[in-house]
């Protein structure tokens, strides 16, 4: 692999704490170490392969042989690395032609056809495994990016004037903790969806009936889709107005870290949070140029917010009130 066919294929951020590289046809991403984040250097800013050889030659201080070796071996193990965590849940996103489809089990279901913007089923209603609107939710966070709106995988809530993300795979508890929350005097904004507003300082505002408002939306498209109808989507931009909200926080959850009484947070480096962001902000379209803007999004917003990994109690009983006991001490030491 060629530094100009490296640069097209991957994209590098380095930060302090470390470096994060980017697979720009698949998704995927690579926490690098020390070595791995040199070779990735050379390799993204040299004009030829000879180039980069002889640099890293010399930062290694290693014969040419020798660094040949090693970039090849790198780039091979890169090769052989799995590209991008596998999604879950019945439905998958991809590129069919000119239009995107939802397909289950393989075999589509809904089509996007993102020049028309037109969402349009690909089999008879009769033919689905679960309710129209189901899979017309599943894929209005990708209508949303098509209309140039951010969107974060996330349930939300505000508590003393503070509003938590919390994002996770299906199953990590995002929700449930945030219902949680909500519960003990928290108040809710969003459950799934956390519609991000755009500009220099991505993520620190969201749009406060923004997951509402596609919704509501969504559930006139699922009956207007299901008489056979295309159903434009342009007007689903909407969901993306009205007042918005700052966001401080988010919290990654994960089914595997359920233990203890209390709401735990471990702030994560910026490599971390930008790793975690890649995975939990939903993307539109596939390509490299669309997978570079995504990675300047998430690094944007690790910038600007305070990202942690979280630990909350496993079973209802102790969640809420380890909830409860949260929002009692941040009202408390906000007074």
Same mark, same amino acid.
């Given at each position: 692999?060629?530094?100009?066919?490296?640069?097209?294929?991957?994209?590098?951020?380095?930060?302090?704490?470390?470096?994060?590289?980017?697979?720009?046809?698949?998704?995927?991403?690579?926490?690098?170490?020390?070595?791995?984040?040199?070779?990735?250097?050379?390799?993204?800013? @040299? !004009?030829?392969?000879?180039? $980069?050889? #002889?640099? +890293? /030659?010399?930062?290694?201080?290693? =014969?040419?042989?020798?660094?040949? %070796?090693?970039?090849?071996?790198?780039?091979?193990?890169?090769?052989?690395?799995?590209?991008?965590?596998?999604?879950?849940?019945?439905?998958?996103?991809?590129?069919?032609?000119?239009?995107?489809?939802?397909?289950?089990?393989?075999?589509?279901?809904?089509?996007?056809?993102?020049?028309?913007?037109?969402?349009?089923?690909?089999?008879?209603?009769?033919?689905?495994?679960?309710?129209?609107?189901?899979?017309?939710?599943?894929?209005?966070?990708?209508?949303?990016?098509?209309?140039?709106?951010?969107?974060?995988?996330?349930?939300?809530?505000?508590?003393?004037?503070?509003?938590?993300?919390?994002?996770?795979?299906?199953?990590?508890?995002?929700?449930?903790? @945030? !219902?949680?929350?909500?519960? $003990?005097? #928290?108040? +809710? /904004?969003?459950?799934?969806?956390? =519609?991000?507003?755009?500009?220099? %300082?991505?993520?620190?505002?969201?749009?406060?009936?923004?997951?509402?408002?596609?919704?509501?939306?969504?559930?006139?498209?699922?009956?207007?889709?299901?008489?056979?109808?295309?159903?434009?989507?342009?007007?689903?931009?909407?969901?993306?107005?009205?007042?918005?909200?700052?966001?401080?926080?988010?919290?990654?959850?994960?089914?595997?870290?359920?233990?203890?009484?209390?709401?735990?947070?471990?702030?994560?480096?910026?490599?971390?949070?930008?790793?975690?962001?890649?995975?939990?902000?939903?993307?539109?379209?596939?390509?490299?140029?669309?997978?570079?803007?995504?990675?300047?999004?998430?690094?944007?917003?690790?910038?600007?917010?305070?990202?942690?990994? @979280?630990?909350?109690?496993?079973?209802?009983?102790?969640?809420?009130?380890?909830?409860?006991?949260?929002?009692?001490?941040?009202?408390?030491?906000?007074?």
């Amino acid at each position: 692999m060629t530094p100009t066919d490296f640069r097209a294929r991957f994209a590098l951020e380095r930060l302090e704490e470390g470096a994060l590289l980017v697979d720009l046809e698949g998704g995927g991403y690579f926490r690098l170490n020390e070595t791995a984040a040199i070779i990735c250097t050379a390799l993204s800013d @040299a !004009k030829d392969t000879p180039s $980069a050889i #002889a640099l +890293l /030659s010399h930062q290694f201080n290693e =014969l040419p042989e020798s660094t040949t %070796t090693l970039v090849k071996t790198f780039l091979q193990d890169l090769s052989q690395s799995e590209r991008r965590e596998r999604p879950t849940g019945p439905f998958r996103y991809s590129l069919h032609g000119t239009r995107y489809c939802l397909e289950e089990d393989g075999s589509p279901r809904v089509f996007v056809d993102p020049t028309a913007k037109t969402l349009s089923l690909a089999v008879r209603v009769a033919d689905l495994k679960y309710p129209v609107l189901d899979y017309v939710r599943a894929v209005t966070p990708k209508l949303l990016g098509f209309l140039g709106i951010r969107v974060l995988h996330a349930a939300s809530c505000t508590v003393a004037g503070e509003s938590i993300a919390f994002a996770g795979r299906s199953g990590a508890g995002k929700t449930t903790t @945030a !219902k949680a929350l909500a519960a $003990a005097g #928290a108040r +809710l /904004s969003s459950e799934d969806l956390l =519609l991000l507003s755009d500009g220099e %300082t991505l993520g620190t505002s969201f749009f406060t009936f923004g997951e509402r408002l596609a919704h509501t939306w969504a559930d006139l498209a699922a009956a207007q889709i299901s008489s056979g109808r295309d159903v434009p989507f342009g007007d689903l931009a909407a969901a993306a107005t009205g007042p918005q909200e700052r966001l401080h926080a988010i919290w990654f959850l994960d089914v595997t870290r359920r233990r203890g009484n209390h709401l735990q947070q471990y702030e994560l480096d910026r490599v971390s949070g930008l790793g975690e962001l890649l995975r939990h902000l939903f993307l539109a379209r596939a390509g490299a140029s669309n997978w570079r803007s995504q990675v300047q999004a998430a690094r944007r917003l690790a910038a600007n917010l305070q990202l942690s990994e @979280a630990v909350v109690p496993d079973g209802i009983a102790l969640l809420t009130q380890a909830a409860a006991d949260y929002v009692t001490l941040v009202r408390e030491a906000t007074r």
